[in-house]
């Protein structure tokens, strides 16, 4: 766990995607930009926005709530909410610097804004599909003030050193090697809010 906003978080991302293949930043922004996602998200929540989220893609994909019951929304990039607008900046200069200091090639991101309700999980997984390899790196940011481990919901995502546990407090960021990393959500006590996020490489040319 490092905290280091000045000398760039982006830098410290690379570093633990190198080394380790998986990184968490907390206060990853200041607190300020945070409560104003998690309020555009939850009035977004409230007015009935956002959509059971499925597995696969296009034909392939199914809603099924017993392996996953976060629902979402997706971010159209040209037309962000506004309080996304930092987030996205941030992403855009971690996709430059991830390209020049790991030669990753990642083209474009994608995101969106999630709420697992209260009693949602999603099942171990990868977060790559079975006919599409173009997600690199996943980026989860969290929005929940003063989440507590009784509170559940936390990612548990499998090392080579072991489990680990990351609770999904406002601020901290989380990131992996998409293909590399078995994770899952744990069920969650209370409403639990996120923007979740892949750099993904370019599509293949037939
Ligand atoms: C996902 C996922 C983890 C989290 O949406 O694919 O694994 O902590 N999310 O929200
Ligand atoms: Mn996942």
């Known amino acids: 766990m490092i905290r280091s906003p000045d000398a760039g978080c982006e830098q410290v991302i690379c570093n633990g995607l190198m080394e380790e293949g998986w990184v968490v930043v907390p206060d990853f922004l200041d607190s300020k930009t945070t409560a104003a996602i998690e309020a555009m998200l939850r009035t977004r929540w409230e007015s009935g ?66 709420t697992y309700p209260r009693g949602s999980f999603y099942r171990r997984h990868l977060d790559r599909f079975a006919d599409q390899a173009r997600r690199q790196i996943s980026a989860i940011f969290y929005l929940n003030p003063n989440w507590q481990a009784s509170d559940g919901g936390e990612l548990r995502i499998e090392t080579e050193r072991g489990v680990r546990s990351v609770l999904p407090e406002a601020g901290t960021l989380v990131a992996f090697r998409a293909a590399d990393f078995w994770h899952e959500v744990r069920r969650a006590r209370r409403l639990r809010l996120s923007v979740t996020g892949w750099f993904l490489s370019r599509p293949l040319i037939p």
Not at 88 to 97: G, K, V
Request: aromatic share 8%; charged share 25%.
């Open 49 to 114: 926005a956002l959509r059971p989220a499925g597995i696969g893609r296009g034909r392939t994909f199914q809603v099924r709530p017993e392996i996953r019951s976060d629902q979402v929304l997706w971010v159209d990039n040209d037309a962000p909410p506004a309080p996304l607008k930092a987030y996205l900046e941030s992403m855009e200069t971690l996709r430059r610097t991830l390209n020049e200091q790991l030669f990753l090639g990642l083209h474009e991101y994608e995101c969106h804004l999630t």
